[in-house]
Nanobody, 117 residues
């Protein structure tokens, strides 16, 4: 089992910045890739950014140039640095881990990001 706990969400003004963190624990040695997904109210969950075990990073087109995904293996923590935030970025953000071999996914509980005023 892998446990994922997100933190760092909150209320921010348009154009502002926010950093999300995801602390992983459990069978972290078997994680193949990790990513951030977002789910606006009433919408489907979509991929924001992902980072693979090789270090390769992928971003949704809407966040390229504004968001940066990174990891700190010594702390078992995934980060999402969000800059130039827009009201349409408002959503619940979820941390995700994909297990090597099986492809089983684990999810955090989510953290709310609200861009307003």
């Amino acid at each position: 089992q892998v446990q994922l706990v997100e933190s760092g969400g909150g209320l921010v003004q348009p154009g502002g910045s926010l950093t999300l963190s995801c602390a992983a624990s459990g069978s972290i040695e078997s994680i193949y890739a990790m990513g951030w997904y977002y789910q606006p109210d009433g919408k489907q969950r979509e991929l924001v950014a992902a980072i693979h075990s090789s270090g390769t990073k992928n971003y949704a087109g809407s966040v390229k140039g504004r968001f940066t995904i990174s990891r700190d293996n010594t702390k078992n923590t995934l980060y999402l640095q969000m800059n130039s935030l827009k009201p349409e970025d408002t959503a619940v953000y979820y941390c995700n881990a994909i297990m090597d071999g099986t492809g089983v996914r684990y999810w955090g509980q989510g953290t709310q990001v609200t861009v307003s005023s």
